[in-house]
């Protein structure tokens, strides 16, 4: 509960903290004095999980931005590492340097050999600058262009976690080609031979996330977002007010429910209660069991069948009216 102290806790969270720390209080007062308090802290648990439930229900999308971008909800090194067995990582696009704000390599689910793709945040001010906030710059994705391409070669699938604000807006990005490095994922993406299932686990921004999330199969967390700009960017540009990024995110239809909605992903991962930054291991478990039933359905698929299939899935989103001549 040292979150609290650390200012980690959302204010639609206090509630269910505090009661969760008066359970954890008469437990250790409970300890010393050698009293028997089960019957009243299975009542307060209780009361606790329906809380819990009840907030959590009702989240507004601007709560849901808050919880996608939780500073302990899991990256995409925990899920490696709770998901995947043998992973070995591999650095560099051989043109310029090694991105940390992209993490990829081979690893091992059961008995089948995968390339792992994903964004990777840092859990603090040292690790954050280290990793950029999970904003890759060109060379970042032309890293995982190279290793998707090595993926196709050695016919291992393809799985990607998406967590970013959105690509580096740097000059020193610009000028080296950021747009080109995502047109030229989004293209080779979209004719790779090998199945790829993308997984939004937190902010799902813009060309950045794009780029790393054509796939054939697309699964969101509960709480995730999946948008073209940040609520405060839409505001700023709309009503000149990044204060107004709550009406920003409802308008923009950015949750996991919006787009399931909008048939954009092809699924939803679902959260333990309270977010998936109190049990890293139970929402990994859940993911891992999405990437499998995905798998089962895509592996053994021709290479010709599986771009098909994903070309069209593309080309049936979003509606359109055709006008007369």
Known sequence: MDWKKKGLWLDFEMPLVELEER????????????????DEVERLREKARKLGTDIFAKLEPW???????????????????????DFVELHGDRMFKDDEAIVAGMATLGDRKLMILGHQKGRDTKSNIRRNFGMAHPEGYRKALRLMEMAARFERPVVTFIDT???????????RGQAEAIARNLREMADLDVPIICVVTG??????????????RIYMLENSIYSVISPEGCAAILWRDAAKSK?????????????????????????????????????????????????AELEHLPADELKDQRLQKYLDMGVFDEAGA
Not at 23 to 38: E, N, P, W, Y
Not at 165 to 175: Q, S
């Open 247 to 295: 009406e920003a995110a409802k308008a923009m239809k950015l949750t996991a429910a919006d787009a399931e909605r909008l048939e954009i992903i092809d699924g939803i991962i679902r959260e333990p209660i309270g977010g998936a930054h109190r049990d890293h291991e139970a929402v990994a478990h859940d993911v891992q069991a999405k990437i499998l039933d995905a798998l």
């Open 23 to 38: 359970i954890q209080t008469l437990q250790d007062s409970a300890s010393v004095r050698g009293m028997d308090v089960t």
């Open 203 to 216: 902010e799902g921004g813009s060309g950045g996330a794009l780029a790393l999330g054509v796939g054939d």
């Open 165 to 175: 604000p959105g690509a580096y807006p740097g000059l020193g990005a610009e000028e």
């Open 63 to 85: 709560q849901r931005v808050q919880l996608a971008r939780h500073p302990r909800r899991p990256t995409t090194n925990d899920y490696i590492h709770h998901i995947f067995t």
